[in-house]
């Protein structure tokens, strides 16, 4: 009898490898997660300046790792913090209450700021500068989670030059979230995390590399005649640094402008040397418990805004940073090991064309005046319905003064139809649509669908305004901005390399919401509070 049912274990192990040794295999984990995301990178940066670039940074992790060359964000706005939200915590603006990058508060009048947080204060910094935390995210990260199903053991560690881009990722308990004050030249942090700066952190900012960097001024890195993937170096499209005339190469930086710094490449070798010093400092990697590391390069944003994504500033802004990536990637290959790390590259949004260019080329797009708009349309509505009946504005949203209209009995509904009447007769607008018809909407229509899933009704406005493809909000003509749900707004990067990553590509439609879900199979820990986003299958096979 022994001998049958001895026999009938081993048939079922023979069937079941993932009792014998494949389950050790299954639950092995990387001994260092870095997640990287590129502020304001379109996916087509990639391959624009492909030819440009060496072999340990971009081109590693393309041709070593796993591309997925198809994924999309899945709302609106696309922009900064929402980004971070989404990549971090698997899900959008809808349950994650991070509308914008500020947001207006009813009746207050007054915005709020993603990370705002009067609370606390700066730990090493100036002012409100360091009055920040992760309060208003309403969902836990990836980050969040290892942290819980370590309970602690786990290191987590935030880095960026953007207080957002470090503490939206960090998530609400890490080990610490650092990010710059552009009027110290400090890596800070606040009384969220901590009461003083760890040592090391003191002591980096104390070597003084931002006046180290600023006396090299910026120059190409090759020979500016080669730069043939961008516009000429003078061009009608470009703003300039605090201190130019022109924007044209060489730049010089004067005395403590910090915040030039911030534009050019030496914002991302700011970030890329502190990081390193984090993983020496901290240990992360150094033991079977899987660490994390957040890095955000906030540069190409800074620099997308003020030159535009024609500009050779922005060509070299990318060259230097394929230089940062391999800089990093070496590093980690020897203290961590090739085998033992795993890194993810997305972008927290893409970017649009220069809008004057698209004009002067003959090309749809051109600058809505929203904020203009809105004073002709409180001068329209106060004929009918009276004073202050717009609370007011933001990320293409109208906030109605609900109070008044209750307390004056007015006619909601009169106010609405006379304001989308209104709206709609302006050039560049698509569509309208009022708070109320939200969750009415076809999500078939994938514009929609985004608003949908960037709609949180505790914060959101009361109308949404659809603008035309290649407009948006801008005083200037200079310059570039984002947050469309269009493709060259919602279309970025999403690279996987090192541990398990087979290299290959995928061109299957993904959202930006899949990313995080993804880290979780990988990880064996659970899915952030508020996910709705699928793994992406291929990097399981």
């Given amino acids: 009898m022994k001998l049958f049912f001895s026999s009938l274990i081993y048939a079922a192990l023979l069937l079941c490898p993932c009792l014998v040794g494949g389950q050790e295999q299954n639950l092995s984990r990387p001994k260092l997660v870095v997640g990287i995301v590129v502020d304001q990178m379109r996916h087509d940066y990639i391959y624009r300046y492909w030819n440009k670039y060496g072999d340990g940074g971009f081109k590693r992790l393309v041709l070593d790792g796993f591309s997925c060359e198809n994924l999309h964000y899945n709302y609106v706005p696309t922009n900064t913090a929402p980004g971070h939200s989404a990549i971090y915590t698997g899900s959008t603006p ?99 995390y901590t009461q003083s700066l760890p040592s090391w952190v003191t002591s980096f900012n104390a070597q003084g590399r931002c006046n180290q960097l600023m006396q090299n001024g910026w120059t190409t890195l090759k020979p500016i005649e080669t730069y043939i993937e961008s516009m000429q170096d003078l061009n009608p499209y470009e703003g300039t640094l605090s201190t130019e005339k022109t924007a044209v190469f060489p730049k010089k930086f004067s005395g403590n402008q910090y915040g030039d710094l911030l534009n050019s490449p030496y914002g991302n070798t700011l970030v890329t040397e502190f990081a390193l010093k984090a993983i020496e400092a901290e240990g992360l990697g150094t033991d079977e418990v899987t660490d994390f590391l957040a890095v955000s390069y906030s540069s190409p944003d800074y620099a997308g805004h003020l030159f535009g994504l024609q500009s050779i500033e922005i060509e070299d802004m990318y060259l230097r940073l394929d230089l940062e990536l391999e800089t990093m990637l070496n590093q980690l290959d020897r203290v961590v090991g090739k085998s033992q790390y795993l890194v993810f590259l997305s972008a927290d949004h893409a970017v649009a064309q220069v809008p004057q260019l698209m004009k002067d080329q003959n090309y749809p797009g051109d600058y ?16 009918p319905f009276g004073k202050n009946i717009i609370d007011g504005y933001g990320n293409h949203q109208i906030y109605l003064n609900e109070d008044r209209i209750r307390n004056k009995k007015l006619d909601r509904s009169a106010i ?72 060259y707004d919602t279309h970025v990067p999403a690279l996987w390399y090192g541990w398990h990553i087979a290299p290959g590509k995928s061109y299957t439609a993904y959202e930006i919401t899949d990313i995080a879900p993804t880290l979780s199979h990988l990880l064996h820990i659970p899915l952030p509070s508020a996910s709705i986003g699928r793994p992406i299958l291929e990097l399981f096979k």
């Fill in 416 to 487: 609405v139809a006379t304001i989308k009447r209104f709206v709609r007769d302006q050039p560049g607008v698509v569509d309208i649509i009022d708070r109320s018809e939200v969750v009415t909407m076809n999500s078939a229509n994938p514009i929609y669908k985004k608003i949908q899933l960037g709609y949180y009704p505790p914060l959101s406005g009361d109308l949404f305004i659809v603008i035309q493809p290649g407009w948006f909000e801008s005083s200037s003509k200079t310059g570039t901005s984002h947050g469309s749900p269009y493709s």
């Fill in 94 to 192: 809808a349950l994650t209450g991070i509308i914008g990058n500020e947001w207006h508060v009813r009746y207050s009048r007054k915005p709020m700021y993603c990370v705002q947080d009067e609370s606390v204060t700066g730990i090493g910094g100036s002012g409100a500068t360091g009055q920040m935390s992760p309060r208003n995210l309403l969902a836990t990260t990836i980050t969040d989670e290892l942290r819980l199903y370590t309970y602690d053991r786990a290191k987590v560690i935030g880095v960026s030059i953007k207080d957002r881009g470090s503490i939206i990722p960090a998530g609400h308990h890490p080990t610490g979230a650092y990010w710059f004050d552009s009027k110290t030249c400090h890596f800070i942090t606040s009384s969220f």
């Fill in 368 to 383: 809505f005046k929203g904020y203009k708009m809105m004073d002709s349309l409180k001068n329209y509505l106060e004929g």
